[in-house]
């Protein structure tokens, strides 16, 4: 690529007398005397090799090759003026997108506080479920900032950052009909018999343990999903309180020989080490134990 001929103060310039018809206008809108604009200007029909005004009494007229030139003038003015306005709005904008990353049991609730939280601020905005694993990766890869998950109940070392959020209370659930020829309570070995609905992938372990008691398990993230197999009595679900499945068709909560005194589970955000310092990350993250309170009180009210 050639170097360029023509200097950006050349053309701007060029521009400021085109618009004003005087060297001496134009010599005050720039901020510069009027020799500099005139030498400016001279440099620029001298690279160029052709005149751009004519003078007419004390104003300056645009010659023909002058007026073609101008309009391109302007246009790459606007194009300077866009590229300066995005530039000095980085340092202030060090993430106007942030990206959360939710356990399949965050209530909706929580997620569109958060949502409403970061319209109110300008932000864009976006969510996504995933397990633990998948979560901590995207962390790590940058395709996150936040996560909130289930508390792992193992030591998270130099890699994250973490804050206590809240519990959410867990429950049997299935349909009527899955476990009608069954005494009440149930026995773990009642349930370990009838395949389970999860919500957590296998290869998060420690989660896995802590939710899955039968042998057999179908997998599902998407809460419709969900409701339309227990519904069907395709299995049962060791689920959050918060999901109400009791109000869904021919689900109830089942009566077990653990109760379901004490079944919660500690939810938590984390985050990569010094994201908290970022404005809009910290801001978030400063944010999210508030909207956890509001959103699970007003749940369950």
């Known amino acids: 690529m050639s170097a360029l001929r023509y200097s950006f103060s050349q053309i701007e310039a060029f521009a400021c007398v085109a618009g004003s018809g005087s060297l001496s206008k134009a010599a005050l809108l720039l901020g510069k005397d009027r020799t500099t604009v005139r030498d400016l200007l001279d440099y620029l029909e001298d690279a160029l090799g052709y005149t751009l005004f004519v003078r007419q009494g004390r104003t300056l007229i645009l010659t023909e090759q002058g007026q073609q030139?101008?309009?391109?003038?302007?246009?790459?003015?606007?194009?300077?003026?866009a590229f300066e306005s995005y530039a000095q709005s980085l340092p202030d904008a060090e993430r106007q997108e942030l990206v959360m990353v939710y356990d399949p049991f965050v209530s909706p609730a929580f997620i569109e506080a958060v949502i409403?939280?970061?319209a109110?601020?300008?932000l864009c905005f976006s969510a996504w479920c995933a397990s633990r694993e998948e979560?901590?990766?995207?962390l790590k890869s940058g395709k996150a900032q936040v996560a909130v998950c289930q508390a792992n109940n193992r030591a998270l070392g130099t890699d994250m950052e973490w804050r206590a959020l809240g519990n959410i209370g867990l429950d049997f659930y299935a349909s009527a009909q899955l476990f009608q020829h069954q005494q009440r309570p149930l026995t773990l070995l009642n349930l370990s018999l009838i395949p389970q609905v999860v919500m957590h992938k296998a290869h998060d372990e420690q989660?896995?343990?802590?939710l899955q008691i039968s042998g057999q398990t179908l997998y599902v993230n998407e809460r419709s999903t969900l409701r339309y197999l227990l519904e069907n009595a395709q299995g049962w679900g060791f689920l959050p309180t918060h999901f109400q499945a009791s109000r869904w068709k021919t689900v109830q909560a089942m009566?077990?020989?653990v109760g379901n005194q004490g079944l919660d589970i500690t939810m938590v955000a984390i985050w990569q080490p010094g994201a908290a310092k970022q404005r809009v990350t910290g801001a978030l993250i400063d944010a999210l134990p508030s909207l956890w309170r509001k959103a699970m009180g007003a749940r369950a009210s």
């Open 120 to 122: 109110k601020k300008g």
């Open 255 to 257: 009566e077990c020989e």
């Open 207 to 210: 989660i896995t343990r802590s």
């Open 116 to 118: 409403v939280e970061m």
């Open 135 to 138: 979560a901590e990766a995207a």
């Open 69 to 81: 030139l101008h309009r391109q003038a302007h246009l790459l003015l606007r194009q300077a003026q």
